[in-house]
C-alpha cells in the first residue's frame, strides 16, 4: 500500500515557513539552523524553496527520491528542490504554462549544484525514448563542458561560475525535451590573465594539462608542469577535492556526447594550449634611435610553438606585439609599443582569445542541442552569485548589477505584483514593507546618470580618459545619492571614511556593500584588442582562429567602435529580465550557511546577512497574509469544470459565477478563497489539492470511460477483421477440401469405370452372340413401346373438350398408328356422348326424345324445322291451370294437359283464321273458344287418322279424322299454329302411345275434308304483303291456297 506522508509528517522544525509561530527573524534563523543541523536543507515560503548548501553529499537525490516526489502535490512530502522542479515540470506540460527557474544567492551558495538537480530530475521524469534520451543526455552533458571552461575556483567557491548562464530547455507538447538554447552573459576573462590570491584561473588550464594523454600534451606543445605557464596561479593549483584528471575525460567524453567531432575539440585544445603559450611570451625593451623603447619578445620559443599551434606567420605576430597601427580617416599611422603596451596587447589577445573561444563552445553546444518544435519551455537561470572580495572590479561589478536586477525580478512578482494584485482585485489587503531595490539598479543602469552610462561616456569621450577621470565624474554625478559612497564625492560626509581608499568608490547593494577600485574600469569596458592582433589572428591557418576573429578580416575594415561591454551587458540583462518576466516564475533561494565551505557549520551572522538581504521575512509575511494560489476565473472554471453537474460539460454565464457555483457545489468553506475582480484566491494549498485530487480522479474516470469506448472500438474492429479473414480462409478451405474430395471421387471414379468397362468388355466379348440375335428385336420392340407409351401420354395431354360438337381431333405423330388414331377419336367421341347423356334427368331426356321425334319427322323434309329446333318445347304455353281465364276450360279438362296453345282456325269459306285454344291431353285434342274457353270440340286422339303439313315454312296443318269416326262429321280441321312443329311432334307421340301411329304426311298439296267437301290445300310461294309468315286465300270451292315467302 502507498504510505503518504505530508508536509507535516516527522517533521524538523517547520517545513514551510508560512507557519512559523511566531514569526521573527530570530525564530527563522532557528527554525533553518534546527533543519540545517538535521541534514534538512530544504525549507519553503509558500512555494519558494530556501536552499542551504551541506558542503556535503547528502543521500536525498538517489532514484528513489525522484520516485518519490514524481507526480505528488508541492505540499505534500517534505521540503524539496524536487518538488518544486516537479511543480514546474507539471505545471508546464500539464497546463501549457511556460516555466523558468530563478536560482539566486551569493556565490558558493549552491546554484549551480541546485540548477544541475533540477535538470536531473526533469530528465528523469519526463518521457523516454531514444530520440528524446539523446537530447537529455546532450543537455545534461553541456554542463561539465560549460563548467570546465567557465567555472574556477574563487576564494568563496571551489566551482564558482565566472559567467551567466540561462538555459532554455525546449519540450514537445507531451513534455517531451526537444532540445535547448543557452544563452551566457559576460565570462570574467580577466581571470585568464590574473587571478586574485587563493584563486585559479578556468579549470580547463588544469585539467588538460593533469588529464592530456603524453602524447596530446605533446602535440599541443605543452608540459605537464602548472609551473611553467605564467598564466596559471601556483599558490591553489591543486583544490581538495577537485581530480581535474578525471575531469578531463570526463570533459572529452561531454564534448563527445554533446556532439562535438574529433577535429573541433582538438582545435579547442590547441586554443586552450595556445593561451597557455601566449601567457608565456615574455617582452624586453629595446632603445631606438627617438630615444623610445620599444618592446621586442624575449625568447621565441613559445612565441614560435604558439604560432606553430595555431598556424600563424610567426613574424608577423612578433610585428603585431612591437607596433600598432592606427587607423584613422583614411590614414595609417605606425607606432610603436613599449614592454607594458606589449604586455597589455598580448592579455588583451589571451582574453578575447579566450572568451570568443567561450562563446562559440556555447554557440556549438546549441547548435547541437537545437530543436525542431518547441511548444513549451522551462528556463533554468544560473547566474553567477552575488560576491564581494577584497580587490573587487569590473567584474564584479557587472556581476553585483546581474544580481540586483535578479532580486528586483524577484521584489516585482512575489512582494510588489502579489501587494498590488489584491489590491487591484480588490481584495482586503494590509500593506506590508519591503526594501525595494529599484532604486540600487537605477544607480547603475540609468541612462542619463547611471554609473554604466558614465563609464561609456567616458570611454568614448575624446582626450586622456583614465580610471581617475571616471570616478571623478562619478563624484560629481552620483554624489548625492544614498547607495553611492566615495572618498571625494561632493558629498562630504565620506571625506572622513578612511575606509574608502581614493581610488574606489562604495555600493550598497541589496545584499550589502562592496567596495570597487575604478582601476580597468575602463579599459575592461572598452575591451579593445589592437587591430594588428585580430588581422594576425584571421591571417592563422586554423579554422578556428579564423571563425574566432572575423574583424581581422582586411576587407571587413570597421571604423566604428564596437559596443562597450557594461552596454552589451545591460542589454542583454534588460532582455533576459523581460524573458523572465513572461514566463512563470519558480524561485529557488540559495543560502551559504558558512564561508568555510564546510559541512555542519551554521554561522549565524552570515545566514542572517543574506535572509535580511533577500528579502524573506517580508516574503513570508505577504505569503501568510495572502492567498497561496490565484488564477483567473476563465481558465479555473475550464480546470475544475468536470467537478460540478451545473458546470459541465458547458457553463452558459459569466465564469465568475461558474467558479461560485463550482465551490459551494464542493462546499468548499468560504473563509478558504476570496473573489477578486478577476480572478479567484485561494487561501490554503490544501484547499488547491482538495481540487487538485477531485480532477485527477475525475479525469481518471474520465480516461476509463474513453478506454472503454476505444477498447470496445477496437475489440469490435480487430473481431470485424478476424470474421472476415475466417470467413476468406474457411471459403478458401472449403474450395480447398471440395478439390480433394472431388479429385478423390474422380480417380475413385475412373478406378471404378475402368473396372466396370473392363467387366463390361469381357461381358460384351461373352455376350456377343447372344446380343446380335436377340437385341434389335428387343430395341425395337422397347422402342415401339416407348413410341406407343408417349403417343397415349401425348394424346392424353391433347385431348379436345368434352363437348360433343367439338370435332377437333390432334394430328396423327406417326402413320402406323393410323387407324388406332381413329379408333381412338371415335370411341372417344361415343364416350363423351355417352357422358353426355348421362348428365339428362328424366325431364330433360323426354324433351330430348320429343325433339329427336321432330327431327325425325320434319328433318329435311320441311322448311320450317331448322328454325324450331333451337325453340324448347315448353308445351303449356298459356298456363292453364294457373291463368284465370281457362279455369272453367282447364276444369272441363280432366286429364293433364300436354299442350295448350292458341292456334289459328282457318276458315274455309274465307281462308282467314280465328283464334281457337288447343289443348292436348293423353287420349284427347281439344278446341276451345279462346275468349270465353268454351270447348268447341273435343277430339279423341284414336279418332284422328293423319296430319298434313307442307314442305315450307308455315305454320298451317290440318288434322285429319278418321272417317267413320265419331268427330269426323264435323270434318278435319285445318289450323295454323307458331308452334307447328311441337304441336305436330306431340300429337304424333301421344298418339303413338295410345292408339295407332299417327301418320304425318308432308306436301304442298293436300285433300281437307270440311263436312261434305273436300277441299285441296295448296302452297305456293310468293311475296306476302303484310310481311307475314303466310297468307290463306280462297280461290275457289275446291282450293284454299296458302301463300308462303319464298326462301
Ligand atoms: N546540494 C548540495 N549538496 C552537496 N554539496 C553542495 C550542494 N550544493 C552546493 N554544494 C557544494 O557547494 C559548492 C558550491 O556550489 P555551487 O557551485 O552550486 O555554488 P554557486 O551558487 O553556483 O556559486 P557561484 O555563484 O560561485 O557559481 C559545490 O561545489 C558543492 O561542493
Ligand atoms: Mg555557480
Not at 543537455?139 to 538555459?167: C, H, I, W
Not at 627617438?290 to 600563424?312: A, Q, T, Y
Not at 513570508?620 to 467537478?643: D, I, S, T
Request: aromatic residues 10%.
Amino acid at each position: 500500500m502507498e504510505v503518504k506522508t505530508s508536509l507535516l509528517d516527522n517533521m524538523i522544525g517547520v517545513g514551510d515557513m508560512v507557519l512559523l509561530e511566531p514569526l521573527t527573524e530570530e525564530s527563522f534563523i532557528d527554525n533553518l539552523r534546527k533543519r540545517f543541523d538535521h541534514s534538512e536543507i530544504y525549507t519553503y515560503i509558500g512555494s519558494v524553496v530556501i536552499s542551504l548548501n551541506p558542503y556535503k553529499s547528502l543521500p536525498i537525490f538517489t532514484a528513489d527520491k525522484v520516485e518519490e516526489y514524481r507526480n505528488r502535490n508541492f505540499y505534500e512530502l517534505s521540503p524539496h528542490i524536487y518538488a518544486l522542479a516537479d511543480e514546474a515540470y507539471r505545471s508546464l506540460r500539464d497546463q501549457d504554462k511556460d516555466q523558468c527557474i530563478l536560482i539566486t544567492g551569493e556565490s558558493g551558495a549552491g546554484k549551480t549544484e541546485a540548477s544541475k538537480l533540477v535538470m536531473s530530475y526533469v530528465a528523469a521524469v519526463c518521457g523516454k525514448g531514444q530520440e528524446v534520451n539523446k537530447v537529455k543526455e546532450q543537455l545534461l552533458q553541456s554542463n561539465p563542458v560549460l563548467e570546465a571552461f567557465g567555472n574556477a575556483k574563487t576564494v568563496r567557491n571551489d566551482n564558482s561560475s565566472r559567467f551567466g548562464k540561462y538555459m532554455d530547455i525546449e519540450f514537445d507538447f507531451k513534455g517531451d525535451p526537444m532540445g535547448g538554447v543557452i544563452s551566457n552573459y559576460l565570462l570574467e576573462k580577466s581571470r585568464v590573465v590574473k587571478q586574485p590570491r587563493g584563486e585559479r584561473n578556468f579549470h580547463i588550464f588544469y585539467q588538460l594539462l593533469s588529464g592530456a594523454s603524453e602524447d596530446l600534451l605533446k602535440k599541443l606543445k605543452l608540459d605537464r608542469d602548472f609551473s611553467k605557464y605564467n598564466y596559471l596561479s601556483l599558490d591553489s593549483a591543486t583544490v581538495n577535492g577537485l581530480d581535474d584528471a578525471a575531469n578531463f575525460r570526463t570533459v572529452r567524453n561531454a564534448m563527445q556526447i554533446v556532439g562535438f567531432m574529433e577535429d573541433e575539440v582538438q582545435s579547442v585544445l590547441e586554443l586552450v594550449a595556445a593561451v597557455l603559450k601566449l601567457g608565456n611570451i615574455e617582452f624586453k625593451p629595446e632603445s631606438r634611435v627617438n630615444g623610445f623603447d620599444e618592446s621586442r619578445v624575449k625568447d621565441k620559443n613559445d612565441l614560435k610553438e604558439m604560432c606553430e599551434l595555431l598556424g600563424i606567420e610567426q613574424s608577423v605576430l612578433e610585428r603585431a606585439f612591437s607596433f600598432r597601427t592606427v587607423e584613422a580617416k583614411m590614414e595609417k599611422v605606425s607606432t610603436t609599443l613599449n614592454v607594458a603596451q606589449a604586455y597589455y596587447a598580448r592579455d588583451a589577445l589571451a582574453k578575447n582569445l579566450y572568451s570568443r573561444l567561450f562563446s562559440w563552445l556555447v554557440n556549438r553546444i546549441n547548435e547541437s542541442i537545437k530543436s525542431k518544435t518547441r511548444k513549451k519551455v522551462m528556463g533554468v537561470l544560473d547566474i553567477y552569485g552575488f560576491e564581494i572580495f577584497e580587490d573587487n572590479s569590473f567584474e564584479q561589478f557587472i556581476i553585483n548589477y546581474c544580481n540586483e536586477k535578479l532580486q528586483q525580478i524577484f521584489i516585482e512578482l512575489t512582494l510588489r505584483e502579489e501587494q498590488e494584485e489584491y489590491i487591484r482585485e480588490g481584495i482586503e489587503w494590509t500593506n506590508i514593507e519591503y526594501f525595494n531595490n529599484a532604486i540600487i539598479c537605477d544607480l547603475i543602469e540609468n541612462n542619463q546618470n547611471g554609473i554604466l552610462a558614465m563609464l561609456d561616456e567616458e570611454c568614448l569621450r575624446p582626450g586622456n580618459v583614465t580610471d581617475e577621470t571616471f570616478l571623478e565624474k562619478l563624484n560629481t554625478v552620483c554624489a548625492y545619492h544614498q547607495h553611492f559612497e566615495s572618498r571625494r564625492s561632493k558629498n562630504s560626509k565620506f571625506l572622513t571614511d578612511h575606509s574608502l581608499p581614493h581610488n574606489c568608490f562604495r555600493i550598497q547593494h541589496y545584499a550589502g556593500k562592496v567596495l570597487y577600485r575604478v582601476e580597468g574600469f575602463v579599459d575592461k569596458n572598452n575591451d579593445l584588442l589592437y587591430r594588428d592582433l585580430s588581422q594576425a589572428m584571421y591571417k592563422a591557418n586554423h579554422s578556428l582562429m579564423k571563425l574566432l576573429f572575423p574583424e581581422g578580416n582586411p576587407a571587413k575594415v570597421n571604423l566604428k567602435r564596437p559596443p562597450t561591454a557594461g552596454f552589451q551587458f545591460k542589454a542583454s540583462v534588460g532582455t533576459l529580465m523581460k524573458n523572465l518576466q513572461t514566463k512563470n516564475p519558480n524561485y529557488i533561494r540559495c543560502i551559504k550557511p558558512n564561508d568555510k565551505k564546510a559541512p555542519h557549520i551554521f554561522t549565524e551572522s552570515l545566514v542572517c546577512h543574506q535572509v535580511r538581504y533577500l528579502g524573506l521575512m517580508e516574503n513570508v509575511r505577504v505569503r501568510r497574509a495572502g492567498y497561496a494560489f490565484r488564477q483567473p476565473y476563465e481558465p479555473c472554471l475550464e480546470r475544475y469544470k468536470m467537478l460540478c453537474k451545473q458546470t459541465w460539460p458547458h457553463w452558459k454565464g459569466p465564469a465568475r459565477e461558474g467558479v461560485e457555483v463550482l465551490l459551494t457545489e464542493l462546499q468548499v468553506s468560504p473563509e478558504e478563497f476570496s473573489y477578486g475582480r478577476s480572478k479567484i484566491f485561494i487561501r490554503n494549498p490544501r484547499t488547491l489539492f482538495f481540487l487538485e485530487e477531485k480532477r485527477r480522479q475525475c479525469l481518471e474516470d474520465l480516461a476509463t470511460l474513453i478506454q472503454k469506448i476505444y477498447r470496445g472500438w477496437k475489440c469490435r474492429t480487430h473481431f470485424l477483421l478476424l470474421k472476415k479473414s475466417q470467413v476468406v480462409v474457411a471459403a478458401w478451405y472449403r474450395r480447398y477440401a471440395q478439390q480433394k474430395k472431388y479429385q478423390k471421387i474422380r480417380s475413385s471414379t475412373i478406378v471404378v469405370q475402368s473396372y466396370i468397362r473392363g467387366w463390361k468388355v469381357g461381358v460384351r466379348r461373352e455376350y456377343r452372340k447372344f446380343f446380335r440375335a436377340n437385341a434389335g428385336k428387343k430395341i425395337y420392340n422397347f422402342t415401339i413401346q416407348r413410341i406407343v407409351q408417349k403417343y397415349f401420354l401425348g394424346l392424353k395431354k391433347t385431348l379436345p373438350s368434352m363437348s360433343p360438337i367439338d370435332k377437333t381431333w390432334p394430328v396423327r405423330p406417326y402413320l402406323f398408328l393410323d387407324n388406332t388414331h381413329k379408333q381412338l377419336q371415335r370411341i372417344f367421341h361415343l364416350w363423351r356422348c355417352k357422358k353426355y347423356r348421362s348428365q339428362f334427368t328424366d325431364e330433360k331426356k323426354s324433351v330430348y326424345e320429343e325433339k329427336l321425334e321432330a327431327s325425325q319427322l320434319f328433318k329435311d323434309k320441311k322448311t320450317l324445322y331448322p328454325s324450331s329446333v333451337s325453340q324448347p318445347f315448353k308445351g303449356d304455353y298459356l298456363d292453364i291451370n294457373k291463368n284465370p281465364k281457362y279455369q272453367k276450360l282447364s276444369s272441363a279438362v280432366e286429364e293433364k294437359v300436354l299442350l295448350a296453345d292458341v292456334v289459328n282456325k282457318i276458315n274455309r269459306a274465307n281462308g282467314k283464321g280465328a283464334p281457337r285454344v288447343f289443348l292436348l291431353t293423353k287420349s284427347n285434342f281439344v278446341l276451345a273458344d279462346q275468349k270465353t274457353g268454351q270447348v268447341k270440340a273435343s277430339v279423341p286422339l284414336p279418332d284422328l287418322s293423319s296430319v298434313s303439313v307442307s314442305t315450307q315454312s308455315d305454320g298451317f296443318f290440318a288434322l285429319k279424322l278418321k272417317e267413320g269416326s265419331a268427330s269426323a262429321a264435323k270434318g278435319d280441321f285445318l289450323l295454323s299454329s307458331d308452334h307447328l312443329i311441337e304441336i305436330i311432334t306431340k300429337l304424333h307421340r301421344t298418339g303413338a302411345a295410345t292408339t295407332d301411329q299417327i301418320g304425318v304426311d308432308i306436301s304442298d298439296e293436300f285433300l281437307v275434308q270440311f263436312k261434305q267437301d273436300k277441299v285441296c290445300v295448296k302452297f305456293v310461294q310468293g311475296t306476302l304483303k303484310n310481311g307475314g309468315t303466310a297468307a290463306c286465300k280462297r280461290k275457289n270451292n275446291k282450293l284454299l291456297e296458302v301463300s308462303v315467302p319464298s326462301p
